[in-house]
């Protein structure tokens, strides 16, 4: 078993800091990445930038944090408390950018002061917990993090917390490679096969941000920038691991891109079982209600329940959610389904009074805890890359149901290539109907094809675990990376 933040092992004296955007899924991994780090005597500070709303969440969660947890986290303002109107997405991101950057560039000098005081009042050098930085891991959207770390003498590296998969083929794009006719100017039944890619792709299996380019500009121009500085990096961090992508990780690779993939990055205790950790993700914005959820699966048939969510950012028409509920209703199956509080107005009348023996819903969820758990048959999900990863690592079967961004392309591999799940298919109207929803969890929870489905899951399942134990692609990347930051002290 691996111990956590002990300096006596292979990383003793490296301290890292890893920046991730603020949002529920992509703090996730980059903190479970820290956890790896730290258990291999690295020092780990995490920076959340914090919006306003999130504030008081994060502060919280830090209060309750153990005096020996194995890393450090470290709130800076986004500037976003200050404001006095209503921003443009453009408005928004330089805001953004122009204020981390002065409180990021900020918090090193300090750190590294402190670290530099320490170190001269100390017999042994850095016998304590304040070492001087040697590396800035930031989310991929960031970039300009790179000119920070420079700045201060420090590496850099991104972290992408999308599928491997995603990041080519935008990449492709910004190479000019993938082009995009206008949306009258398409066949249906065209099929595009980019360079790295395992399956040919239509329009609707694109992200979001290409498929319709005009809807989202401020989104593509974030995403395309990852690729600015790419060549200038010492590492690049993938969440996801290499059997998973063999292909597009070795097209990486070709581009001399110093690709490491260190995924799937879920607790240990859902996969290799090598750190004492915890059974949820140590730092999140919103409090499950485990006990209320767990009670009422530990009465249910193994294999019996359909488990829903569509993640922490969802936000569907109202038509839309009263046809997902009354497919839900309509089929043969318990359910447990997590919507926001502020969703459940669109639920139809009465809809509570109807399920009372049949479906559960709460506002959230330990997810991990409700996927490893014997009653869930079948996880109807938008498709995030985070609940991917969960579902594969805990062999899971999907229903897909994805909503923009990723989670097209996402639930392309899922149904397609890994062939894991079933995706729906919607109606003229862009919607999923009840009708829909009934035939593919049938399909995948009692039907034949259920069958391949369920075998598939349970594969990937222990090829995940086997990337992330002991000389698993993953965990030697990791080794790889913590051996090369201790070259950096002496």
């Known amino acids: 078993m691996e111990r956590r933040g002990s300096t006596m092992q292979m990383g003793g004296g490296a301290h890292v800091l890893l920046l991730p955007f603020p949002v529920q899924g992509h703090i996730c991994p980059m903190v479970e990445f820290s956890k790896r780090l730290a258990s291999k005597g690295v020092r780990v500070t995490i920076v959340i930038p914090t919006v306003s709303a999130a504030t008081k969440s994060m502060k919280q969660l830090l209060a309750a944090q153990p005096n020996n947890s194995s890393f450090k986290v470290e709130l800076i303002s986004d500037g976003s408390e200050h404001l006095q109107k209503l921003e443009t997405a453009e408005e928004h991101s330089e805001r953004f950018r122009r204020v981390i950057t002065r409180n990021l560039s900020n918090l090193i000098t300090n750190i590294n002061k402190n670290a ?24 991929s959207c960031m970039p300009w993090v790179l000119d920070i770390a420079r700045q201060h003498g420090l590496d850099g590296a991104p972290f992408f917390t999308c599928s491997s998969a995603v990041t ?41 941000f290409l498929s319709d380019v005009d809807a989202y500009p401020a989104h ?23 059997k998973l992508e063999e292909k597009v990780v070795k097209w990486m690779a070709s581009l001399d891109w110093p690709v ?60 839309q959610m009263e046809e997902l509920a009354w497919g839900l209703n309509n089929s043969n199956y318990h359910f447990l389904w997590v919507i926001k509080e502020s969703e459940k107005e669109k639920l139809p009348i009465n809809f509570f009074e109807d399920i009372s023996e049949k479906g559960l819903v709460v506002s959230w969820c330990s997810q991990l805890q409700v996927l490893a758990h014997e009653a869930v048959g ?20 999907m229903v897909t149901v994805p ?3 990723d989670q097209t392309t996402n639930a392309k591999f899922v149904a397609d290539v890994w062939k894991v799940g079933m995706r729906v298919k919607v109606d003229e109207k862009g ?25 598939a899951s349970l594969m990937w399942k222990q090829l995940a675990k086997e990337a992330v134990d002991e000389g698993g692609s993953s965990h030697k990347n990791i080794e790889e990376f913590v051996a090369q930051l201790r070259c950096m002290i002496r």
């Open 220 to 242: 593509l121009k974030s995403t395309l920038s990852q690729f600015s500085n790419i060549a200038q990096v010492k590492w690049i961090f993938c969440s996801t691991f290499d």
């Open 116 to 139: 530099s005081i320490d170190s001269d009042n100390s017999e042994d050098e850095y016998d304590n917990d304040d070492y001087p930085l040697k590396c800035i891991v930031y989310h």
């Open 378 to 397: 079948c996880f109807v999900t938008h498709c995030g890359w985070n609940s991917i990863l969960e579902a594969l690592c805990l062999g899971v079967p």
């Open 260 to 319: 490491k993939t260190i995924g799937p990055r879920i607790p240990s205790t859902f996969l290799d079982k090598r750190l004492d950790d915890e059974k949820d993700y140590s730092l999140s914005l919103f409090k499950p209600d485990v006990e209320t959820c767990m009670k009422w699966l530990d009465s249910k048939e193994a294999g019996s329940v359909v488990y829903v969510s569509f993640g922490s950012l969802a936000n569907l028409a109202k038509d």
């Open 403 to 405: 909503q923009w961004a």
């Open 431 to 455: 919607r999923i109907t009840k009708e829909e929803l009934v035939m593919r969890v049938t399909q995948v929870m009692e039907k034949e094809i259920g069958m391949e489905i369920r075998k």
């Open 168 to 208: 080519a083929i935008f990449h492709h794009f910004y190479e000019g490679v993938l082009k995009i006719p206008s949306k009258h100017a398409r066949i249906s039944s065209t099929t595009m096969l980019l360079p790295s890619m395992t399956a040919p792709l239509g329009f609707n299996d694109l992200p979001s």
